[in-house]
């Protein structure tokens, strides 16, 4: 794979269908907070939902054509200077180095367009290697295992949690 070839924009109305594509398919979305699309019109209703102030959102391209997203949550408030980024990726790009390349590109963005995030943090479950590896491959240092953090789609899930700081904010 070519990886000059991913690229990172916003989402248009017309990646609706390739969304549905890769959103629709539960091996995608069985460890996301994103839940499995059904429907072109719930695709396009996804990215209307989704164009808000607090969340920066990107559709990861090969050739302009969507396969996968990649999110920060910009924190407010307390939490302002913090951001939670997430990622999810057509299964047929998983093993390519996609989505590392993505987070790289990223990283750079979000710290320039929100300079008020000296961190960037996920947290992905203990048992997805692939999630795990692609932060460690784009520079995230793991900061804690959390036990029986949360609840994703109706199982308790151990998470590791990874950051990266942004630069001159040690």
Sequence with gaps: ???SRITLRPFKQ???QDMLSWAGDDRVTKADRLKTLKSKEEALAFIERNS???LWMRSICIDDRSIGLLTVYVGSGDERCRGDI???LAVEYWGKG???????MAVPQVFDEFPQILRLQAM????????RRVL???????DALMRKHYYLKGEIQDVVVYSILAPDSD
């Design 1 to 3: 794979m070519d990886l």
């Design 14 to 16: 017309s990646d609706a």
């Design 52 to 54: 808000t102030p607090h």
């Design 86 to 88: 997430g990622y999810a």
């Design 98 to 104: 996609i989505t590392t390349r993505a987070v790289e």
């Design 124 to 131: 992905t479950n203990v048992n997805n290697n692939g999630s």
């Design 136 to 142: 460690e491959k784009a520079g995230f240092t793991k």
